[in-house]
């Protein structure tokens, strides 16, 4: 009974699935079905049996988890910044949302990579509510990405939806394909950023900037 009903709601996303950019465009989604299938032949290339009866509904689970690690292929980045608060009493300086938590999976190895993003700007004569900084980060890292590339992404989109006179995006991140496959390196993280307009032309804007962020390093697990 359960399965018919899964069933029926993927069937409603899949028509409402919409290409967000040339990257997320103009795959057909297949159906449950065919992605719990799939997952019983990775189980069986793992080597063991997936019609024993502990893995006998790991497919459907591993179908629905997919629903949460990617459902940012279902939203939109730039939704998140679309209201703006204009009374801000001339409030110009950096505006700093930091340690913003996130789960992505790399898309070379589909395993995760888990960190922090701290994002800033500094506004033009309007704000946005600060928990929409964190949404334009969850839409991003709910996909297969790489880390540069997500960097960039929350980055522009502020910069390109808000307009701010600038923005900074540092990301910190494990890599569990660093730690649990290929060269078994724990404990390493990847540091990336970009600095878009103030940030990068004036320096004391940027020394202020990454003072704030304060690299303290930390487990991200
Ligand atoms: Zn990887």
């Not at 997320?24 to 079905?33: D, G, H, L, N, R």
């Not at 893995?55 to 629905?64: G, I």
């Not at 992404?153 to 649990?180: F, K, S, Y």
Request: aromatic share 8%; hydrophobic share 35%.
């Amino acid at each position: 009974m359960s399965d018919v009903k899964n069933l029926s709601v993927v069937d409603s996303n899949r028509h409402k699935h919409k290409p967000l950019d040339n990257e997320t465009a103009a795959v057909e989604k297949p159906s449950k079905e065919e992605a719990e299938s799939a997952v019983r032949t990775l189980i069986a290339w793992a080597g063991d049996d997936p019609s024993r009866e502990g893995l006998l509904e790991t497919p459907d689970r591993v179908a629905r988890a997919y629903g949460e690690f990617f459902k940012g292929y279902e939203l939109d980045p730039s939704d998140y910044l679309a209201k703006t608060f204009e009374e801000t009493y001339g409030y110009d300086e950096i505006v700093l949302l930091k340690d913003i938590r996130f789960e992505s999976h790399c898309e070379h190895h589909m395993v995760p990579f888990i960190g922090k993003a701290h994002v800033a700007y500094l506004p033009n004569r309007r704000v946005v509510g600060i928990s929409k900084l964190a949404r334009v980060v969850d839409a991003f890292s709910k996909r297969l990405q790489i880390q540069e590339k997500m960097t960039a992404q929350i980055a522009n989109t502020i910069d390109e939806v808000l307009e701010p006179r600038g923005v900074a995006v540092v990301v910190e991140a494990a890599h569990q394909c660093m730690t649990m496959r290929g060269v078994h390196k724990p404990g390493v993280s990847l540091v990336t950023s970009r600095l878009l307009g103030a940030f990068r032309d004036d320096p004391s804007t940027r020394r202020e900037f990454l003072s704030m962020v304060d690299h303290s390093g930390g487990s991200y697990s």
